[in-house]
């Protein structure tokens, strides 16, 4: 069988359960599973769960570790990916930057311990949830059963302080200083009344943005703790489209690039206006970094079946692997330490809160086009 990444092979049920009650026979480990505190899973060289401990339960919802028997870990969490491959968990395209697999893959092939960081977007009802993982995987081997001792340490909580930190510490602070700059110029000089203007616009927009930029952390905070509140109103899709392109038209990062308007179906949506203008600010402000100098970003919408879709195109391609992994929580496209929270914010403000969806598309001819679908709102003329 076919496999993009890790080995497709599985051991059927019989050999699953002969590897399990050989491990449940060593009081060692079965003594490591009971104390650790941090979900773990014991897997077979087919990377196939033969055991865990009860935080693993817990966090499954399980009072059994029945139902996990045979799975692979991304099978048992619920991964979006895990049936893109021909055999499951492990042998799909998105599987080659899964933390979790090369880790127990690097495991198994070396017989020492391994682990990575993983970015896991896993099903939650109607819509999807991130998560950021350390996996730790151990190798041991019970009579002639290989097996991957592996434990699964939730970073999450770690991941969003890096993301502040970095954020007030880089961005904000920075904007401080401009702010600062432009008020010293504005009392210790003397402008002409053209400059004066120029840079007292520059401060309103500097301030605007810096208070955005606290909005926005606040508001994903609460999203991923399932706080925020919804306040739908009905929109013009023309109104929007042309406020959130006047919004970013003087942003900095818009510098020596144009943010052009394409065609607008006419239409409107019932929706909130703060998360969905937050959501599009977001991509437009991901398309500028990826446009060069001299290039343009193009907003437009699209009216069709009932729905109204809200495109942000640039003129960039995305590289195959990066595309695998651009919803995912903390995975950055910049070069260092990049914000990693645009894209997948936008995941979960439209499809966790406004009922929509969003996809990408990405060819070399074609340039980067991001999509949020919504629910649309019936004409007057219709």
Partial sequence: MLTYHAPPERADD???????????????????????????????????????????????????????????????????????????????????????????????????????????????????????????????????????????????????????????????LNTVSKISSLAYLLAESDPDPQSEADYKRYLRQLAEEIGEEIHAQRALLAAEQGDLRVRPVELEVADLMQEVAASYRHHELARERSLQIGPISAGSIRTDRTLLRRALGNLVKNALEATPVGGAVTVSAETRGGEVSLLVHNPGFIPELIQRQIFQRSFSTKEGEGRGIGTHSVKLFTERYLGGRVSFRSSETEGTTFVVVLPGEPTSAS
């Fill in 14 to 172: 019989a050999q699953v359960r002969a590897a399990r009650a050989v491990l449940m026979a060593e009081p060692l480990a079965v003594g490591m599973l009971e104390v650790m505190p941090d979900p773990v899973l014991v897997l077979n060289a087919q990377r196939q769960i033969i055991a865990c401990n009860p935080p693993m339960l817990r966090l499954a919802g399980l009072e059994s570790p029945e139902p996990l028997l045979g799975l692979r870990p991304g099978e048992a969490a619920g991964c979006l990916y895990c049936d893109d491959g021909p055999a499951g968990c492990g042998t799909g395209r998105y599987c080659v930057v899964c933390g979790a697999v090369n880790a127990i893959v690097e495991c198994f092939d070396s017989h020492q311990p391994t682990s990575r960081e993983c970015r896991l977007r896993i099903h939650a009802g109607p819509t999807s949830m991130a998560l950021d993982l350390l996996v730790q995987a151990s190798f041991l081997q019970a009579q002639e059963h290989d097996l991957a001792f592996v434990v699964l340490r939730d970073i999450g909580a770690e991941k969003r302080r890096q993301v502040l930190e970095r954020v007030f510490f880089h961005d904000v």
